[in-house]
């Protein structure tokens, strides 16, 4: 018998992308399916829309829960309380701006049963708002990568694009704090590595990223480099309580230097990158040279305080972003 498949998503302020989102997964190709959507207090008609979307298939809607926030509790808490509520012996989670292939349940579990894995990631690509299409570069199938070098590293670290055992959510542990709503997933993918090696990818594209400007991860605040602390600050007391911090030291600095670079190229406060320039600067000095030309250009700026050459650079920036990704 085929092993029950829970999907996860959660569901805020949506209403432009949720009906792609939804008829991609009613059309799934493999059965048997549970769906969980988790309402976040939405202020828009999001679960109208949803709703809309369902009574087109009546087949499914015996298959579907559609559960409710008593307030706006942010995306972590939403995931947590669809994994409380899921069944299924597998879970995969989809974020409501995104769609996916019909066939990514199958494809996924197919693999995730054939290599006895616990997590089976795959390819998605990336599609921005002026239809630019960016594929992200695979890996060699089946290739099994170091369990925790990956989310260290930034790299195949959402919760989307995989496929997971369940049983290790049952794992209070494996949770992100509540209030976390900048890297939430990432910390997931981390501790998830931290209790399991059977990780695997699979060269398939099965999940389509779109790039939604009304998202929270689209206008960097002082939240998000708060949340970027705050995880840093978890993932060291981590690996040090595991005995792993001397392993990944090297690893650890450049993932450091590149999530601060890639949040100062992002943001457009000059006084955020004021505040936050002296943070990471030991791991500046010796790990700036492996960035990429622009977040290179950005951090040696801010690292010596030239403010006036940052601003220039910002407004260059703007006028990129203006070019080629609204």
Not at 39 to 65: A, F, M, N, W
Not at 152 to 171: D, E, H, M, N, P
Not at 302 to 325: D, E, G, K
Request: net charge neutral.
């Amino acid at each position: 018998m085929n092993p029950l498949v829970s999907i996860c998503v959660p569901v805020y302020n949506v209403a432009d992308y949720i009906e792609r989102c939804a008829v991609s997964l009613m059309e799934q190709t493999y059965q048997p399916l549970e769906y969980i959507f988790v309402d976040d207090c939405s202020t828009d008609h999001s679960i109208d829309v949803l709703t809309k979307v369902l009574e087109r298939y009546p087949k499914r809607c015996e298959q579907v829960r559609i559960l409710r926030n008593d307030r706006n509790r942010g995306p972590a808490f939403s995931r947590q309380k669809a994994i409380e509520n899921a069944t299924g012996e597998y879970i995969c989670f989809v974020d409501s701006d995104d769609f996916v292939e019909r066939n990514m349940v199958e494809r996924l579990l197919s693999n995730a049963i054939e290599q006895n894995a616990d997590i089976i990631s795959a390819g998605n690509d990336i599609l921005y708002p002026n239809g630019r299409c960016v594929i992200e570069q695979p890996l060699p199938e089946y290739a099994q990568y170091d369990a925790l070098s990956f989310p260290l590293r930034g790299v195949f670290c959402s919760l989307w694009g995989a496929i997971y055992r369940t049983a290790l959510f049952r794992q209070p542990s494996v949770f992100a704090p509540e209030d976390m709503y900048y890297l939430e997933d990432r910390l997931m993918r981390l501790k998830l590595a931290l209790l399991t090696d059977k990780i695997y990818y699979v060269n398939d594209l099965v999940y389509h990223y779109c790039v939604n400007r009304k998202s929270i991860t689209s206008h960097i605040t002082d939240g998000h480099l708060t949340h970027f602390v705050r995880f840093w600050h978890i993932v060291d007391e981590l690996l040090a309580q595991r005995g792993l911090s001397e392993q990944y030291k090297q690893l650890i600095s450049f993932a450091k230097v590149q999530n601060k670079s890639t949040l100062m190229l992002h943001t457009d406060s000059m006084a955020l990158r004021r505040k936050y320039a002296d943070l990471f600067r030991k791991e500046e000095t010796t790990q700036m040279h492996h960035l990429c030309r622009g977040q290179w250009l950005m951090t040696y700026l801010i690292h010596h305080h030239l403010w006036p050459a940052v601003w220039i650079y910002q407004q260059y920036m703007n006028l990129l972003r203006s070019l080629f990704f609204i």
